[in-house]
Each structure stands twice: as C-alpha cells, then as structure tokens.
C-alpha cells in the first residue's frame, strides 16, 4: 500500500524550522507495517521557490507521480487557509486515494471542516498514531469499515458520522520515532540558526522534537492539537467541558486509562532518540518544542542527569519552552538544566498584571513569579526569552502600563502579540459568536434578536463567517479578531507600537483624549502611573504655581 504524508507551507516570514514531527511518526508506523510512503513537505521545499508557496503545477507532478492508495493531510490552525487551497490540488491529482485530514487545523470542529474543505473523506481527531494504524489496516484489508475505527469525524453524504472517542496514548514509550531518512532534513539544516541564543544562532545542524504532549496549565488562550483531556473534553462537548467529558470517561473505561491533561515518555526514550539523531543526522543543537518542560521537575531532573551521564552535553546544545510558576518555585532547576548543554528556556509571561493574569489567562502565574523568573535566568547565564500578549478580555489600560512598567523595571525590549482567539481554545468557545459577529455584521442583529432570520440561512452565515475567521489565522502578527471587551483592532495595533516604543507618554496622552471623549473608565489610568503622565505632571506642577500665586 501507498501512504502520502503532506506537510503545508507555514511561516513565510522565515525558512523552515521544525521538523514535521508528525508526518516522520507517522511515515515510520508505515514503514513498519510494510508499506510505501513518502513525505511531500512543502514547507521544507518552498525554499527552492525564494521561500514562497510551492507552485500547483509542482504539486500537481509530483502526487500524480505516483498511485496513492491514501493521502493524509495536518498542521497547526494556522495552516487552514493553505490546506484549503490544497485540498482540491491533491483530490485532483490523486482522485482514488483516501483523503484524510488531521491535527489542530480540524480536529477541534471536524464537522465544520468537512463541509468547508469537501475534497476530504474524513478527519482523524486529536492524537492520531493509533488510529492511523487501524486506519491503514481497514483501507489494506479493502474493507474500510471506518465506523469502528475510533476517534473519527466521516463524511456521510451532506452530514458526517463521529466514532466512539479515542483515549489517549496510555504509554508514549510506544511512539516510534520519525522516519528521519524521509524528512528534508538539508534544507532544515540550512536554516538551522535561531535567535535564540548564541549556541542556536550558530548552530550548524539543529533538529527539532516533540516529546510532550498537553500541558499541565490551563490557559484559556491555548490548546494542544487534541492531545490532553481538556482538549478532548471540548472538542466532543463542543465547548461544553461537562458534557464532553462523559464520553472522554466512556473511552477511559473501555480502555482502562485516565487521560491527562500532560503527558510524557520517560527521560530515557528521548535520550535514546537524541542518540539516534546524533548517530544518524550529526545534529549540533535541538530544539525541544514542548509545551511547558520545566513544569514536570522529576522528570527534567532526570533527563538532564541522563544528557550528562551519556555526554550529550559536550556534543549538543538545547533550547526549550517552560513557565515562570515552575521556575520561580524550584530555581535550582535552571542551573541543572544549564549544566545540561540548555542555553535558553522560553516563558510565556503574557501580562504583567495580577488582574489579567488570575482573570483572564488563568496560568496559575502573578507578577512576582516572572520576576523570580527573570532574576534566576540571568543568574544562571542562560537567554532570557519571554512572549507577551494584549487585547485580553478584561484589559484595560492600567493593566497594559503594569505590563510596560515591567519591561522598563527589566530593561526588555518586548513586542507583544494580540490575543487570538484560535479555534480549539477556550477563549474562542466562550466568545465564538462575538467572533464571528466581526466578519458577518448581520449575525449581531440576529444574536440579539433584532431580526429573525431562517435558522438554516444564519447556519450558512455562521460557517462563512468561521471560514473567512480561519483563513486570516495565518500569523499571530497580524490581525484576526478580539475578544477585548475595551480595545478595537486599530486601537490594539496603535497600543502595541507605543508599548513596543515604550512610549508612555503617548499611550497616557491618549488615554486621556479618550477617556476626555467618551468618558469610558477604561480609558482613565490610576495616580500610580502619574509619573508617567505628561498631563498628570503639567496639572500637578500648575496647580502647585497657582497655589504659591494666591499666597
């Protein structure tokens, strides 16, 4: 049998990063059960077109190529507008394979996708190793009795048929590791540098691993690919966290599990893959996009006991994500992890503020634990890498100069994101329709029951309004829609440069014009930024002269 993995183009902005981990695992299931398979990694490719999208007639050749027996399409969210684009492309070129898709872009609304991308014959949700293995099996055997498979959204006729939830993976120790001879690892090692740190910018030949998978947080802007409890608990409850979870508890009896919402293989099965991308790649760094290493103590412990004990540290450099709570409580780890070969650890501060940070992130991390943070990391030499965000529901501007206040307090120079509300996150089911409002101005007079309209009619609109919502998902720099109950777009985007500047000055002045024009409290800053304020000052310093006028 013949199995085609697709990888799309992502991040146009730089060359290609990360290994696409999960065609490589997933190739090399293939191989092991003796099948033909290849990789069209399109994002690895686009190099050899200036760095650009692949051209169709490329595409077009190199599927047609070829008699595939079954086609599987992923990526990220931000990779529906192109897989859209594609879809029809490889149902073109390939008419008679199985088309499935799968990962974040469709597992967290697969019956949504179906009816906006229709090339596609069914979506795999969520964690996918197993079910692709059944999946492989059923389309061999031509029996194709995909209802039994679980884990599955298939297309039936106009509707789509949901099989039983499919339990997480109780033992990742199992996971193969990636068919690395498949993987354009050459062009990745041209792009091997990041700016990171200067062991990541001289790296020669980085790799990149995914070992992790969920996270033990709970923060409402983030999702996992269908891959912890939490996430499942949404996806079949649709939002609706209770009336998911008593299926995800169905398929925990059935398989004797509990699904968490964080899991691990053990410190040795990624030793041995760091062994093996050495032995057969000569890697020089990776880059281990976990989503939160350093919230699991035990287990870095042990795997930087291992990295040194099999003299890793000497031949290889890493950089990893982690979270300022788990590193402001156990600030030992970051020397551990820096005796390991680590040279930098990436934290999502998000916010400088206790208000947004308890009420709207919900991290489970205050100002004082990334200030903890900060102070360990330099203490230890690493590179202090930090992400924050604007445009949180409940952000008003004092809570945005808390934020730049603590970059001044830190001399960091930071350039914040707008707060996306991707699909699969928490964020978006509790403001779906204040989302799709923003692309489909009619949904507002429907929703507050200015007009009825056939509800068949506002379903189109509502699809349309989501489709126009995922395509501009592509980057989280630039704009899709906000959730902030304060700020517009434009406002985000003028508050983002003048936080970026520092700009104090500005961002008070106009905090007053605008607060002086609509009278909005949000708009009006506290006396604990009046040394900041150019207009505070002039009027304390004129009342001051008014006052030695009159004695």
């Not at 191989?31 to 990789?39: A, M, N, R």
């Not at 890493?318 to 070969?341: C, F, I, K, Q, Y």
């Not at 202090?384 to 730049?404: A, K, R, Y």
């Amino acid at each position: 049998m013949k199995v085609l993995f697709v990888v799309p183009e992502i991040r146009m902005d730089s060359g290609p990063q990360y290994f696409p981990f999960w065609a490589g695992i997933l190739a090399s299931i293939v191989q092991q059960k003796g099948g033909d398979v290849g990789i069209l990694d399109l994002n690895a490719l686009r190099m050899k077109f200036d760095g650009k999208k692949v051209p169709i007639e490329v595409i077009e050749e190199e599927i047609g190529a070829e008699h595939w027996d079954f086609i599987g399409i992923g990526g990220l969210t931000t990779t529906y507008s192109r897989i859209k684009e594609l879809a029809p492309i490889i149902r073109k070129s390939a008419p008679n394979a199985l088309f499935v898709g799968g990962g974040g872009w469709s597992s967290y609304n697969p019956d949504e996708i179906l009816k906006l991308v229709p090339q596609l014959d069914l979506i795999v949700i969520g964690e996918g190793e197993v079910t692709f293995s059944e999946l492989y099996d059923e389309v061999k055997n031509s029996s194709k009795d995909f209802q039994n498979v679980n884990g599955l959204c298939i297309r039936d006729k106009d509707s789509c048929i949901w099989t039983k939830p499919r339990a997480l993976i109780d033992d990742l120790n199992t996971v193969p590791y990636p068919a690395y001879d498949l993987i354009e690892t050459d062009i990745y090692f041209q792009n091997s540098g990041l700016h990171f740190s200067l062991e990541s910018y001289n790296a020669k030949r980085r790799a990149s691993v995914v070992w992790e998978r969920g996270c033990p947080r709970g923060c409402t802007f983030c999702s996992h690919n269908g891959m912890s409890r939490i996430d499942l608990q949404n996806i079949y409850g649709e939002g609706d966290r209770k009336a998911g979870e008593k299926l995800v508890r169905l398929s925990d009896k059935e398989n004797d599990t509990f699904q968490l919402p964080a899991r691990w293989p053990t410190a040795q099965y990624c030793i041995d893959n760091v062994k093996l991308m050495k032995e057969k790649l000569d890697i020089d760094f990776i880059t281990i996009v976990d989503e939160n290493m350093t919230s699991n103590k035990k287990w870095t412990e042990e795997f930087c006991k291992l990295f040194i004990d099999e003299g890793l540290n000497k031949e290889i450099k890493w950089g990893t994500l982690g979270d300022a709570p788990s590193v402001a409580t156990n600030p030992s780890l970051v020397s551990t992890m820096r005796e390991a070969g680590c040279s930098y650890i990436s934290f999502g501060f998000e916010s400088a503020s206790d208000k947004v940070l308890k009420e709207d992130i919900q991290k489970g991390q205050v100002r004082a634990h990334l200030q903890k943070t900060l102070d360990t990391i330099e203490k230890s030499s690493l590179t202090p890498l930090s992400t924050f965000m604007i445009g949180n529901q409940h952000e008003n501007i004092d809570d945005l100069m808390e934020t730049v206040d603590f970059w001044i307090q830190n001399n960091a120079k930071i350039d914040p994101f707008i707060c996306t509300p991707y699909v699969g996150s928490p964020i978006f089911y509790n403001n779906k329709d204040r989302i799709l409002e923003q692309y489909d101005s009619r949904l507002s007079f429907v929703n507050d029951g200015t007009f009825k309209i056939d509800e068949d009619i506002v379903k189109k609109w509502r699809l349309d309004a989501l489709d126009k919502f995922m395509n501009e998902c592509a980057d989280a720099t630039e704009y899709t829609a906000t959730i902030s109950e304060y700020f517009t777009i434009p406002e985000l985007f003028a508050i983002k440069h003048l936080m970026f500047t520092q700009d104090t000055k500005r961002l008070l002045q106009w905090a007053h014009k605008r607060y002086d024009e609509t009278g909005k409290e949000y708009w009006k800053h506290s006396e604990k930024w009046n040394h900041y304020c150019s207009i505070c000052t002039c009027k304390s310093e004129l009342k001051n002269l008014e006052l030695i006028a009159r004695n």
